[in-house]
């Protein structure tokens, strides 16, 4: 059976352009697997904690699935720690891409996560979107450990569903950061 798939960013196009995820984040995410962990799109619809994840929006990126994001379908947005940040602010996001990612090896408990790429103006306002989010995280992402960093004028966010997988996730977080050179504070 032959499947359609619309790709962004695949083998003749370049995978670095305006507006889609960054060279580092497309890498990173290439080379996930070779850590244990897996994008699973199927699985996304499945989870009520990533409703703004939409499966008919994917888009690919050097055959990674990412899934363009509204502002308004942002934990950011709308969730209980969002009345403490400036909507103003984060309303400026020139673009949002998330990555879905979990466990390839599974038990009872599939550990999972998101990335999230908030794309900015300059680097100024993403460092000030990060530094807003950082005391206030736990809230925002419910139930969670986010972790934040940025790159340039991209604020990158990685968080998951439950609190029990935060700590799997940091160490994923802190990679990233390390190959990326990605600002953490």
Not at 32 to 53: E, F, M, N, P
Not at 70 to 90: I, N, P, R, T, W
Not at 131 to 147: A, E, K, R, S, W
Request: aromatic share 16%; proline share 4%; charged share 20%.
């Amino acid at each position: 059976m032959w499947m359609l798939r619309f790709c962004w960013g695949c083998a003749d196009k370049p995978k670095d352009y305006a507006g889609a995820p960054i060279l580092a984040l497309q890498t990173f995410v290439g080379n996930l697997a070779q850590s244990g962990w897996v994008s699973d799109t199927a699985r996304t619809r499945k989870i009520a904690g990533y409703a703004g994840l939409h499966p008919k929006d994917i888009r690919y990126f050097d055959e990674q699935p990412f899934y363009p994001m509204s502002f308004e379908d942002s934990e950011v947005y709308g969730s209980e720690g969002s009345s403490a940040l400036d909507q103003k602010l984060f309303g400026q996001v020139r673009s949002i891409w998330a990555y879905f990612y979990r466990q390839q090896e599974t038990s009872e408990w599939i550990a999972d996560g998101v990335i999230e790429q908030w794309e900015f103006d300059n680097a100024s306002l993403a460092t000030q979107a990060m530094q807003q989010l950082m005391p206030i995280g736990d809230q925002v992402y419910f139930n969670t450990t986010p972790y934040f960093c940025c790159v340039q004028q991209y604020l990158i966010i990685f968080h998951t569903r439950a609190n029990a997988f935060s700590g799997t996730q940091k160490p994923v977080f802190e990679r990233f950061v390390r190959e990326s050179g990605a600002v953490a504070e």
